[in-house]
């Protein structure tokens, strides 16, 4: 070495000789250390195995190939580093340093000056340890491994350290314990960034998909949740990823992992675990929990396996040495590692984690079980079933809501609490006081407070209707990535909602989302395409994005996919697969869906013919109230738009059903027949007052006039004229007539329309409708 090689690390240098001075590390005479052989290699150097002195307890050399300024530099890092999170029981403990001088002849491994005295792992490295002894592992030993890992990149990253380069190679195993060892690549969180580029090749799998897309990728608490999500997953299997025998990682396995490709879950896994390690290697960060997060979800979990105890874990976090430990320690002579201030900080640092050890409350439970609900309904569209969840982990509603209270101190609680008001869950139902906590949570940032504060303004009956705040809540909402409000961003640019209509801007809103898989607005593109609506027509594009939609469960998109195959849009007429898309529909409650089962069923299309049944489904949405069904007689027997809007407006602006329209004319027999009937629905007679229907319309003037005069000519029905009665309809000669099929072909199916998607509204929002 040149002097001028020295000068660059000489301050490292004399840390290290000041420490031994000091007797803040033990310093162990080289020639003091026999039966050396070597037990693995790394990126600085290599490990040996060897003896102190005349014992048969063994240490570990950990060597290094070059001693330049990075070798010194990362000795002196790896010696700080141990020493702030050495308490740790999982974390591999550090003895020493130990040095060849020059002038010593005795130099069996070609040393470079500074060696580090490290705890010896007797079962080797996790790979090693799981090839060797899976077929005994239990899965009470794999999430106690897991708990254990897991407990000690906590302990790293409460220490600020991010380890960049976790993989079951260099993380050790001692009599069944797992040990975190190699801190050479790891780094201060600030300082990751100047970490230089290692050959990745060998670790593909353990590496945040961030870094592969990008070298200059700043690594950081997330990169090591995601090798932690991969190395539970390669406990759970006992074998490396994607691993092929002979094969070696390669960048088409880069590329997979890109694009998606992730390891299946093993059989018998619990699936609480899958959906762990599921979540830790998201391929985007700020969906991967927190080591704290993950750390509780595996309490739970262990909690949950009856062969599990709590008192088996090997989860002590404090330096409290076993018998065995002791031994070693006094064989090794090991001193103090550091002044008594800093053996006080870390008898501080004991007892802390001795509390953490003990506390086994519901707090950290609630904990996940708040995080989980809020992430699932960010990257969720649909409602989510909050009673399920706490269910699952057998928690009370009000349990939660009551640590909800008290734990307002995050927009993500605050949000969640006006949840449970807006839907009286674990409270009684307070609408008010869910606007103002999505209020104070919009205040903050939150973009799904954002959009269900839009949603409720759009609806205008908790607060008075605003569409200009519904617009700004939205665009704030959408800015923060939310696929709802991305979708509904998109709506207000089309349907004219708190903005000028803008067509362009409302397709490429609803292209955004629906690539990153909103169904609602792939529904929205499919009818876009389909109309030509502020884009080309085409019925392909359409059919694709209905798919998608479908795919994506979605009510209307299932509908709108059993339209075009009704119709043959974008694909070939099957009036099976139309049929099979409007039962799973309809089975589900989707009305629209459930009317064109009836046309199926009456027409034998699809299915055998069905009269039968094609009433009942008539009679259900009768029952139901389903307020289109107007609507949709009058497309069937051709009325046109402008004379439709002049019924629903002389009807005082209420599309009412067909039982509704067919009172007025009717004859003391009928009326009698029809109450009859009502009363076979099980409908409230006081929702309909006959009385007062014939009263207003029985002379038949005006557009009622008109409609008798309609659907007379469709119908062929025996029209009788009468001063007061105007026309006369039977309604169980109505539905027989329509049941022979006297009436106008038209296919009566509809292609249905956009459905505004806010979580809390049950009620379908029908502005317009498609049909051929």
Known sequence: MSDDTSVDYSADIDWIEEAIAKKYFKYYEFENFSNIREIGSGGFGKVYRASWKSSDQYLALKTFFNFDDATIKAIARELKLQREVDFHNNIIRFFGI???????????????????????????????????????????????????????????????????????????????????????????????????????????????????????????????????????????????????????????????????????????????????????????????????????????????????????????????????QSEQDEQTEQDELSKQDELSKQDEQENKNNEEQLDHENSPLISIIADEIVNLIFKKEKELEITTICDFYNVKLEVVYEWLLDNQYDPNYIFLLGVFNYLGLGTNVNKGKAVELYQKAADFGHSVAQYNLACIYKEGKVVYRDNEKVFSLLKSSAEGEYLNAINMLGECYHKEIGTDIDKEKAFKLYQKAAELGQSVAQYNLARMYRNGDGVDNDNDKAFEFATKSAEGENLNGI?????????????????????ELYKEASDKGHKLAKSNLAILYKKGEGTEQNFAKATELYQELYSEGYSNAFGILLDCFDVDSEEKGEIKETLGGKTTNLINTFIDGMSEEDKLSFHEFVAKLGKPLNVINPTEVVENYKTGEGIFKNVKNLFYRKTNLHYVDSESTGFHFHLQQILQLWDKGDHDKEDCDKEDYDKEDCDKNDQEDYDKEDYD
């Open 559 to 579: 509908n709108l996919l059993g339209t075009f195959y009704s119709k043959g849009v974008g694909t070939s007429v099957n009036k099976k697969r139309a049929f």
């Open 98 to 324: 130990t040095k060849y001088e020059p002038e010593n002849e005795y130099n069996p491994l070609n040393l470079n000056r500074y060696s580090l005295v490290m705890e010896y792992a007797d079962n080797g490295t996790l790979r090693k340890y799981l090839k060797k002894n899976f077929d005994n592992i239990t899965w009470k030993d794999k999430l106690n491994m897991a708990y254990q890992l897991a407990s000690a990149i906590s302990c790293l990253h409460d220490e600020g350290i991010v380890h960049s380069d976790l993989h079951s190679n260099n993380i050790l195993v001692l009599q069944n314990t797992i040990k975190l060892a190699d801190f050479g690549l790891s780094k201060r969180i600030e300082d990751t960034s100047n970490r230089q580029s290692s050959k990745l090749f060998g670790v593909i799998p353990y590496i945040d998909p961030k870094r592969l897309m990008k070298q200059e990728y700043k690594l950081d608490e997330m990169s090591d949740i995601y090798s932690i999500g991969v190395l539970l997953w390669e406990i759970s299997s006992g074998k490396p990823p994607f691993y092929n025998d002979g094969e070696a990682y390669d960048i088409g396995l880069a590329f997979e992992i890109l694009q998606g490709t992730r390891e299946k879950p093993i059989p018998d896994t619990p699936d609480a675990y899958v959906t762990l390690y599921t979540a830790c290697w998201d391929k985007e960060p700020k969906f991967r929990p927190t080591i704290n997060v993950v750390l509780d979800q595996l309490r739970v979990i262990i909690f949950s396996v009856d062969e599990t105890n709590e008192n088996d874990l090997y989860i002590t976090v404090s330096k409290q040495q076993d018998d065995e």
